[in-house]
C-alpha cells in the first residue's frame, strides 16, 4: 500500500504543479524590487519597511475624510528618521508627514506632490487603497528584508492553499477521467484466461503515450500463448504416439507365460498407459476446457468406484462408497469429472497399503470426500501434492494425477483440500459450486 499510495500519478502531478506554483510565487516575490523600482534594494527594503509602519496610522474620520493618527511606532521611526518625509491620498483627501521640511511653495496640490523624487507605493489600509509617496526612509537591510518576507509568507501560504485545493481537484478529476481506458486494460488483464484468442488488452481509446505499453504486452502475450500452444501439441503428440507401442507392449505381454517378471511387467506398462492418458486429459482441459452438460454426481462416483472395483482387488485393497443423498445434479464434463474422481481413488488405493480402504462419500451439502487409511501427507506437502511432478513419500507415479485433478475442478469452479484423515490417512474434500 505504501509503494502504492508514492507512485500514485494524481499525487505526483499534485506535488510537482504545487511546487511549480510556489516557485512562481517566490520568484515573483523576489524580483518585486527589480520590477517596481530602479532604486537599490536596501532603500527599496527601507521603503517597505516605512510603509508597513505608516499604514496602521491612516484611518478615516465619521465623516469620511482621510485623517492620519500616528501610532507610536511611527512617531518613534520618524523621530529616529529626520529627512522622512510622505504624503498619502485617497483621490480626496491629502495627508503629509515631515512637510516642514519641503519648500512650502511647492503648494499641497496632488500635482506638487507628485512631481516630489521619492517612492510610490499602493496600500491596503483600514481606510482603503490609498497612494503614499514617501523619501528619506531609513532602515536596517536585514531587518527590512525580513520584515518584508514575513510580510508576505500569508500572502504565499494562502495562496498556495487554494491553488493547491484548486489544483488537486482538477488533477484527481482529470486523471480519473484520462485513465480510464487504463483501467479498463487492467480489468482485461485481470480477466486473462489462458487459451484466449485475440487481443488480450483493449487498445480502444488508449492514451498514445500508453498505447506502446499496451501494444508490447499484447504482443509479449500473443508469444507466450503460441509458445503454450506450441508445447501442448507437442505434449499430446507425444501422448498419441506413446499410447500405440504401450499397447502393443501389452498384447505380447499376455503372450508371455505367467511369472513374476510378467508381473512386474504388467504394472510397468499399466504406469505407461495411465501417463499417457494423464498427458491427453491434461492437453485436453487446456486446449478444450469443461464441457458443461446436466449430470447426476452421485450415479457417476457409484460407476467410478464400480469401475476401480478389480483395481483394488488386484491390489489386495478394498473400496467402498456412501452417499447421504439419492441424487446431486451439477452441470459439468462427465469425462473430466470421471477422470479426477478415478485419479483420486486410485491414489487412495496407492498410499492406503496393502489391505487398505478407499472411501468416496457424498455429504448431505454436496461435499464430495475421498479418504484413505493410510500413512497420510505431511503438513508441507498438502499444497505441492496439487503441482505438476510433484510425489509426495517419493510414489511410484509421474505426479500429474492431483494435479489433472485439481485443474479438472478448477474448469468446473470447484475447489479441493487436502487433509488429514479420520482415524488416519489423508482425505480429499471437493467443495462444488452452489
Known sequence: MRATR?????????????????????????TEPLRESRTPLSQWLAAEEAVRLLAPSIGREPGGRL????????????EANPGFWFFATDGDTLLRGGVDRIDKSEGDSEEAWRALEGTTRYVSTSAGRVAILLGGQRGDFWAGLRGWLTDRLWRIALILLVAGLCTTAVIIGLVHLLLQPVRRAARAAAALTPGQQGPHLPVEK??????????????????????????????????????????????????????????????DVRRLSLLANQLLDLERLHHGGARRESLDLVTLARDVVADMGPL???????????SEVPRLDILGDEQALRGALSNLIGNALSHGGKGGLAELRIRHDG????????????????????????????????????????????????????????????????????
Open 206 to 267: 488508449v492514451p498514445a503515450e500508453i498505447l506502446p505499453l499496451v501494444n508490447a504486452t499484447n504482443a509479449a502475450f500473443a508469444r507466450l500463448e503460441e509458445e503454450n500452444e506450441r508445447q501442448r501439441r507437442f505434449v499430446a503428440n507425444a501422448a498419441h504416439e506413446l499410447r500405440t507401442p504401450v499397447a502393443i507392449l501389452g498384447i505380447r505381454l499376455d503372450e508371455l507365460p505367467e511369472s513374476a517378471a510378467k508381473h512386474k511387467l504388467r504394472q
Open 367 to 434: 461435499v464430495v470426500e475421498v479418504a484413505d487409511r493410510g500413512a497420510g501427507v505431511p503438513a508441507e506437502w498438502r499444497e505441492r501434492v496439487f503441482e505438476p511432478f510433484q510425489r509426495a513419500g517419493g510414489g511410484t507415479g509421474a505426479g500429474l494425477g492431483l494435479y489433472i485433478v485439481r485443474e479438472a475442478l478448477r474448469a468446473h469452479g470447484a475447489t479441493i483440500e487436502l487433509r488429514d484423515g479420520e482415524p488416519s490417512g489423508a482425505l480429499f474434500r471437493i467443495r462444488f459450486p452452489a
Open 312 to 322: 483394488a482387488i488386484e491390489d489386495g485393497s478394498s473400496i467402498a462408497f456412501s
Open 67 to 78: 485623517v492620519l493618527r500616528p501610532e507610536p511606532v511611527l512617531t518613534a521611526y520618524m
Open 6 to 30: 508514492c507512485n500514485s500519478l494524481a499525487r505526483r502531478l499534485v506535488y510537482g504543479l504545487v511546487a511549480f506554483q510556489a516557485l512562481v510565487l517566490i520568484g515573483g516575490i523576489l
